[in-house]
């Protein structure tokens, strides 16, 4: 079936460094992506999204990267901060008009290390 | 803030009980989707509600069910309450994921059987 969202499960990055959450999905009709923060007992916090005609869209200290050949996208957030510290999910809308639900992977664990 | 509000924030109810948990959207938002959360997994979609009706049903267990009422707030009702049932129960809103407009959640409700 369709999957989004496929992550590694953990990643640990020293404070200060450049940080790199990888994100793969399934449905090659995908055409919207987004990507949430979450700090442990919160909910998702909305970060930054992306549409599949961009390659590219850029935030306050993240970057989203849509590489729709090879159904890929990524996070990339600079100079990480330990309130970057949380677990990292991209989503993709899902259902017969695109509006019925958003899809969640499993999520990235995103650990700074002071 | 995401401007969606949900209560209780914590709630603590045995077995076989029944507890309803509230919602209120972003203003203007006319969607409203029901997500749960176990401890460490991913989100779970439930069910969502667009304008008042019944937009899309998830895995949601017959013993739960939700409405949306004419002010658009929205309520999840859990019944014939079971240990498992334990988790943060989220509620997000939305105008249309189809046009590429994301979702934003609340801070959950925890609810705890014991």
């Known amino acids: 079936g369709e999957s989004v969202g496929l992550h590694l499960p953990t990643l640990s990055v020293q404070e200060g460094d450049n940080s790199i959450i990888n994100c793969a999905y399934s449905n090659s009709a995908s055409d919207y992506f987004i990507w949430y923060k979450q700090e442990s007992g919160k909910g998702p916090q909305f970060i930054i999204d992306i549409r599949s005609n961009m390659d590219k869209r850029q935030g306050q200290r993240v970057t989203v990267l849509l590489n729709k050949t090879v159904k890929h996208l990524s996070l990339q957030i600079a100079a990480t901060q330990p309130g970057d510290s949380a677990v990292y999910f991209c989503a993709a809308p899902r259902g017969n008009f695109g509006n019925e639900k958003l899809t969640f992977g499993t999520g990235t664990r995103l650990t700074i290390i002071p | ?114």
């Open chain 2, 1 to 114: 803030d995401s401007g969606v509000t949900q209560t209780p924030k914590h709630l603590i109810t045995a077995t076989g009980q029944r507890v309803t948990l509230r919602c209120s959207p972003r203003s203007g938002d006319l969607s409203v989707y029901w997500y749960q959360q176990s401890l460490d997994q991913g989100l779970q979609f439930l069910i969502h509600y667009y304008n008042g009706e019944e937009r899309a049903k998830g895995n949601i267990l017959e013993r739960f069910s939700a409405q949306q009422f004419p002010d658009l707030h929205s309520e999840l009702n859990l019944s014939s309450l079971e240990l498992g049932d334990s988790a943060l129960y989220f509620c997000a809103s939305g105008v249309d994921l189809s046009t590429g407009n994301t979702i934003y959640f609340g801070e959950g409700s925890w609810l705890t059987v014991v």
